[in-house]
T-cell receptor, first 114, second 113 residues
Framework: DGGITQSPKYLFRKEGQNVTLSCEQN?????MYWYRQDPGQGLRLIYY???????QKGDIAEGYSVSREKKESFPLTVTSAQKNPTAFYLC?????????????FGEGSRLTVL | GENVEQHPSTLSVQEGDSAVIKCTYS??????FPWYKQELGKRPQLIID?????GEKKDQRIAVTLNKTAKHFSLHITETQPEDSAVYFC????????????FGTGTRLTIIP
C-alpha cells in the first residue's frame, strides 16, 4: 500500500528540547517536503529535498533541521531555537522532474510545546 | 519569490448554491496551479489543477479558471453539498530549478444544509 507515513501523530515537548518528526514514503518519489500549518496561515514551506544528500531551505527554515540520507526518508528536527514550535507539521513528496508538482501528503504530526 | 494571495478566508453558502474562491499570484513564470482540499483532521488532497496553456478545466461539479494576463485563478464549485465543507488551498508552481509549490492561506468553506 503506497503512501507517506508520518510519526508520531501527536507529540508533546518541553521547552528547550529537540524533537524529531519522522517521514517515510514508498512512492519512489525523488522530492520531499516539510510544511508547517498554522490556523489562518496556510501551508508554509520549511525545507525541501530534491535528491538524496541534498536539501534546501524553504520560507521558514529557522529553528529546524533536516537530513536526506535515504530516498525514502526525510526526518525533520525541531530544535530549541524554534521560538514557536507548536503547530501541525505536514510531510509531502512529489515526482521529481514532473511539471505537475503534485504533492502527496502524509497525515501530519501535531507538536505541542508544554 | 512567489507570493499567492487567496480570498475569501471564510465562505458560507447554502447547500445547492455555488461557491467561488479566488487566488492571485505574483510570478508570471508560474505554469501550474493546483487546488487542494483539506477536510477536518485529514491531509490535503489534490482536487483539480490547471496548467498555464489552458484557460479553464472542469471535473464534474468543480471547475478552475485561469487568467494569465491578470495572474489570477479561481475555483468554482457548483451544486454544493455538505461534503464540500473543508479548507481549500490554492497553489502555484514555478518551473526550472525550484520544484516546489507556494500555497495560499486557505479558505474555510462551510455548506449550510
Amino acid at each position: 500500500d503506497g503512501g507517506i507515513t508520518q510519526s508520531p501523530k501527536y507529540l508533546f515537548r518541553k521547552e528547550g528540547q529537540n524533537v524529531t518528526l519522522s517521514c517515510e514514503q514508498n512512492l519512489n518519489h525523488d522530492a520531499m517536503y516539510w510544511y508547517r500549518q498554522d490556523p489562518g496561515q496556510g501551508l508554509r514551506l520549511i525545507y525541501y529535498s530534491q535528491i538524496v544528500n541534498d536539501f534546501q531551505k524553504g520560507d521558514i527554515a529557522e529553528g529546524y533541521s533536516v537530513s536526506r540520507e535515504k530516498k525514502e526518508s526525510f526526518p525533520l528536527t525541531v530544535t530549541s531555537a524554534q521560538k514557536n514550535p507548536t503547530a501541525f507539521y505536514l510531510c509531502a513528496s512529489s515526482i521529481m522532474g514532473a511539471d505537475t508538482g503534485e504533492l502527496f501528503f502524509g497525515e501530519g504530526s501535531r507538536l505541542t510545546v508544554l | 519569490g512567489e507570493n499567492v494571495e487567496q480570498h475569501p478566508s471564510t465562505l458560507s453558502v447554502q447547500e445547492g448554491d455555488s461557491a467561488v474562491i479566488k487566488c492571485t499570484y505574483s510570478d508570471s513564470a508560474s505554469n501550474y496551479f493546483p487546488w487542494y482540499k483539506q477536510e477536518l483532521g485529514k491531509r490535503p488532497q489534490l482536487i483539480i489543477d490547471i496548467r498555464s496553456n489552458v484557460g479553464e478545466k472542469k471535473d464534474q461539479r468543480i471547475a478552475v479558471t485561469l487568467n494569465k494576463t491578470a495572474k489570477h485563478f479561481s475555483l468554482h464549485i457548483t451544486e454544493t453539498q455538505p461534503e464540500d465543507s473543508a479548507v481549500y488551498f490554492c497553489a502555484s508552481h514555478r518551473p526550472f530549478g525550484n520544484e516546489k509549490l507556494t500555497f495560499g492561506t486557505g479558505t474555510r468553506l462551510t455548506i449550510i444544509p
